[in-house]
């Protein structure tokens, strides 16, 4: 799990207040809570940078939040990260504020190993369908990424988040990766039938 120290900012929070924030080195950012609750923090620039390139758009993260000497140390994952128009510079970050015991809706990343068989022996392309999945899941069990073994699919199969196990998923029928007929093994199937 990746810690980063935030500080509690004034409440009052105006473009300048921002604009000043982000001039010092600090990004400005917010803490909710599932009350509805927030606490107003700032995070080092560079530190925030580093924290979503590690740790992508979810993930578990401990939050010290220094509240002038008294500190606090909570969990939380990302609610929204908000970049500039370039989509280069993050401007704002929210968190979500998270209990041991309590289950989370979180989008995290598909990935896949392995080459498909349609791939190898039929002519196929790997297709990835979905970048990311929405799961349910207590924090402690959040994953990095969902890896997907795609070594055994065939021409014009389909792998499906309902056929990963381990997970509940928001959506069972998301389809994650397929094997489609490229146009070269087109071309050899019509060969085939004349």
């Keep these: 799990m990746y810690e980063v120290a935030v500080q509690v900012r004034d409440t009052k929070i105006t473009q300048a207040s921002r604009t000043a924030l982000r001039n010092a080195g600090r990004i400005p950012a917010v803490v909710y809570d599932k009350d509805g609750s927030a606490i107003n923090v700032s995070i080092d620039a560079r530190e925030a940078a580093l924290l979503v390139r590690r740790r992508g758009a979810s993930g578990l993260v401990s939050l010290k939040i220094d509240n002038q000497g008294s500190p606090e140390e909570t969990q939380a994952i990302f609610k929204n990260i908000q970049y500039d128009y370039k989509g280069n510079t993050i401007l704002h970050l929210d968190f979500q504020r998270v209990h041991a015991d309590r289950i989370v809706k979180i989008k995290v990343p598909v990935t896949h190993t392995g080459v498909p068989h349609g791939v190898l022996r039929q002519g196929g392309v790997l297709q990835q369908n979905a970048q990311e999945t929405e799961i349910n899941c207590l924090p402690a069990e ?24 381990g997970y509940t998923y928001s959506i069972p029928n998301q389809a994650f990766f397929t094997v489609a007929s490229s146009r070269a093994a087109r071309k050899i199937a019509a060969g085939d039938e004349e």
């Design 142 to 165: 959040i994953p990095d990424c969902i890896r997907v073994d795609v070594s055994a699919l065939k021409l014009n199969e389909i792998v499906r988040a309902q056929d990963i196990e």
